[in-house]
């Protein structure tokens, strides 16, 4: 075999695991420490589709206990239910590389279709190609059967268009309320979770002591025992005003 050929597929086998995960987490991590929300709802999503993918692909790969073509070439329906549990020589069926590609690849060419829907099919191009890539290199290697990695791509691509529409038609989804629309503040030495909601239906407020508040990368201010209340989902910007009390508060606002 070319040695070139070899490097290549071993090079986007990686890209596809551990790869997407690592590149994921990345996008979360800078949207979440930058206040970039689409960043962040991308590296989200994107994790998600792929645990959901691997769950379902485990599942199938323990069931039908498919043996890997590198054990007998000559054997390629060698299926066994419950051979695969704990024994990777007869996890064949799905091919898991693949459906991490794919998974990611639905779930970021969905993403910027609904932030940049212009730049769809560009991207989308791009990253379903280097996902067939990643597919392809598991036959290079023997690992996996044609037919594996087509339902690994099946699988990713369902799980990563799933995924993402149902984040962005449920943006009051616990996980989102949780991951993306917490943020933690700083008062009196002590660390305190402020929260907000995407869909503005709830806001939860807590008390200032006097001491410097930081929200996020927000300024900061002196603010009285009033309350500090989250707006909507967006970055923070600290505003002071003067309520009835008299006494100045800092409020969180949508940026």
């Given at each position: 075999?070319?040695?070139?050929?070899?490097?290549?597929?071993?090079?986007?086998?990686?890209?596809?695991?551990?790869?997407?995960?690592?590149?994921?987490?990345?996008?979360?991590?800078?949207?979440?420490?930058?206040?970039?929300?689409?960043l962040a709802?991308?590296?989200?999503?994107?994790?998600?589709?792929?645990?959901?993918?691997?769950?379902?692909?485990?599942?199938?790969?323990?069931?039908?206990?498919?043996?890997?073509?590198?054990?007998?070439?000559?054997?390629?329906?060698?299926?066994?239910?419950?051979?695969?549990?704990?024994?990777?020589?007869?996890?064949?069926?799905?091919?898991?590389?693949?459906?991490?590609?794919?998974?990611?690849?639905?779930?970021?060419?969905?993403?910027?279709?609904?932030?940049?829907?212009?730049?769809?099919?560009?991207?989308?191009?791009?990253?379903?190609?280097g996902a067939?890539?990643?597919?392809?290199?598991?036959?290079?290697?023997?690992?996996?059967?044609?037919?594996?990695?087509?339902?690994?791509a099946a699988?990713?691509?369902?799980?990563?268009?799933?995924?993402?529409?149902?984040?962005?038609?449920?943006?009051?989804?616990?996980?989102?309320?949780?991951?993306?629309?917490?943020?933690?503040?700083?008062?009196?030495?002590?660390?305190?979770?402020?929260?907000?909601?995407?869909?503005?239906?709830?806001?939860?407020?807590?008390?200032?002591?006097?001491?410097?508040?930081?929200?996020?990368?927000?300024?900061?201010?002196?603010?009285?025992?009033?309350?500090?209340?989250?707006?909507?989902?967006?970055?923070?910007?600290?505003?002071?005003?003067?309520?009835?009390?008299?006494?100045?508060?800092?409020?969180?606002?949508?940026?």
């Amino acid at each position: 075999r070319s040695r070139v050929l070899g490097g290549g597929a071993a090079a986007f086998r990686l890209l596809a695991h551990p790869g997407v995960l690592l590149v994921a987490g990345g996008l979360y991590t800078a949207g979440r420490l930058g206040d970039e929300p689409r960043l962040a709802d991308a590296g989200l999503h994107t994790t998600e589709a792929v645990l959901v993918g691997l769950s379902a692909t485990y599942l199938l790969k323990v069931l039908t206990g498919r043996a890997r073509p590198q054990l007998d070439p000559t054997r390629p329906f060698d299926f066994r239910p419950g051979r695969g549990l704990g024994r990777d020589a007869y996890q064949s069926f799905p091919s898991g590389h693949t459906l991490v590609a794919f998974a990611a690849a639905a779930a970021l060419t969905e993403e910027i279709a609904h932030s940049r829907p212009e730049a769809k099919w560009w991207a989308g191009g791009l990253l379903y190609g280097g996902a067939a890539l990643a597919g392809t290199s598991r036959m290079y290697h023997n690992r996996h059967w044609a037919s594996d990695v087509v339902m690994g791509a099946a699988i990713g691509s369902f799980s990563g268009w799933k995924v993402v529409r149902y984040n962005h038609t449920h943006p009051g989804n616990a996980a989102d309320e949780l991951l993306l629309h917490v943020a933690v503040a700083v008062s009196g030495g002590q660390m305190r979770l402020l929260a907000w909601s995407q869909s503005e239906r709830k806001s939860i407020s807590y008390a200032c002591t006097g001491q410097r508040v930081a929200v996020r990368r927000a300024s900061t201010q002196r603010c009285s025992p009033c309350a500090m209340r989250a707006g909507s989902r967006g970055s923070f910007r600290v505003r002071i005003s003067t309520p009835a009390c008299g006494s100045p508060v800092a409020k969180a606002s949508r940026g």
